[in-house]
C-alpha cells in the first residue's frame, strides 16, 4: 500500500501554519520530549507525594498487593488467603514486584509502599512521551504537541499513575502499543514490520493480562491489519505472528490456573461483574430504584466460599444469565447507563481526594474541565477532514482507530458501576490527541491566511 510521503512538519509549513514552532519542534526533539516528560511528572508527582499513602489505596489493592508479595516471598501465585489466584491476572502484580525488587521494598510496609508508588509514578508518566512521540508521527508538531500536553495535564490521568491499580499501567501500555503499530506500519521491510508485529503481540498480551478483555486480542489485531494495510505485501506474516505471540502468554496463563485450580479460563472477573454489578444493578431497576442497587449486590452470596472456582464462576454465569433473560430491555438500560456514566463522570473523590484537594464545587469545576475536553475534541474531530491535517501521517485514519478502540475498550466497562473515571481511562488517550487538534484550530481561527505574493521574476 503506498504511502503519503509528507511528512506532518512539511504539512505544516506549507500551509503557513505556526512555521517557526513547527520548525523549532522538529529540529529539537529530545528538547520537546523532555518539555512533555516534565509536564507528565509534574502533575503526577504533586498528586502522588501530597497525599498520605493511606489515602491512595482503594478496597480492590489488597487484591494486587497479596499476589505481588507471594510471588516476593514464595515464588508462588496465591491470593490473601494462601489460595491460587485466579481473579486477579498477573499484570500488575508482576509489574510491583519488579519494582519492589528494583527498590528493594516491600508493599507490605508504610514507607515501602510510598517508595514504590512514587517510583511508578515516574515510570508511568512515560506513557505521555510515548503519546507524544506517536502524535509526531500523524498530526503537525502544533497540535501533536497541543494534544499531548493536555493528556499530560489531564487531572484524571494523573492521579491513576499513583494509585496501586491497575489504570496508570493500563494507558501507559495502550499508548506504547499503538505506537508500535505506528512503527510497524511505516516499517519499510517485511523483516522490520515483524519484528514490529511481535512486540505488538506481546504489548496486547500484557494489556489483556493487566485487565482481562480477551477480545481486546482481536481488536488490536484487526487494527495493525487496519493501520498496516489488508493488500499490503506481508500483511498475512504480521497478522499470524502478532497474534502468536500475543495468545502464547495468555494461554501459557490460562494453562497455569488450570494447573493449581483446576480453572482453565483467563480470569473469574468477567463472572463477577456480570453477577453481582449488572446482575444487581438490573434487579435493582426492576424494583423501582436504582439506588438498590448496592442494597441487592450485599445480599448476594458469593458461591465461591462452597464451591471450587471453576464451579463458582459457572454458578455466577448462571444466575446472570437468569437475571438477563427476565430482563433483557432492563439488561441494556443498566449495561448504557453504566456506561454514559463512567464517560461523564467528573469523579472529583478518585481525583482530589487522595491529595485531599476536594474543595466546594470541585465536582461542576472537573465537569467543565472534562466538558471542555470533550467539546474541543469534537472541535479537533471534525477538523481532521482539512487538508493540513488530513495530509499529516493519515491523521484522521490514525485518530479513528485510536478513538474506536478507547470507545471499545469504554464500552466493555457497562457490566459495572460505581468506578467514575476509573473506567474510561482510554478515553485519556483519545480525547486529549482530538482536543489537542481542536485547540489549535480555534486558536488559528481569527489568524488570517497569508496571501501568497506574486512571482515578479518572470
Known sequence: MAKNCKSPEQSDEQNGRCPGLSTWLRDHVWLATLIVLIASLVPRLFLTLWAATQDLIYPDSGSYFAPAVNLLKHGAYLNERQEPEVGRTPGYPVFLLGIMVLTGKSVSTHDGLRTILVVQTVILSWGVVFLYWLARRILPPVMALAGTLLAAFSPWGAVAAGLPLTEGLFIFLLSLLFLMIKLVEDSTSIKQALRGSVVVGLLTAAVILVRPLWPFL?????????????????????LASMLVCATLPITLWVVHNGQKAHFYTLSDTAGKAAWWMLGSRVLAEASGSDARRWEFYHAFE??????????????????AKNIFSEHPFLTFYSFSRSVAEHVVHPSPIIVLGPARLNFPGDYWVLAGLWGGYGALALVGWRGTSDHVVSVAGGARGWLLTILAVCLFL?????????????????LEIAVPLLAGVGLVRICRYHKPARIAQPDTTK
Open 218 to 238: 482481536l481488536v488490536a489485531a484487526g487494527a495493525l491489519g487496519l493501520r498496516y494495510g489488508l493488500r499490503r505485501k506481508g500483511v498475512g506474516l504480521v
Open 302 to 319: 458469593d458461591p465461591s466460599r462452597i464451591l471450587p472456582a471453576r464451579e463458582a464462576n459457572d454458578e455466577r454465569w448462571r444466575r
Open 410 to 426: 469504554t464500552l466493555l466497562s457497562g457490566v459495572s458501576y460505581g468506578g467514575g473515571s476509573r473506567f474510561r481511562v482510554p
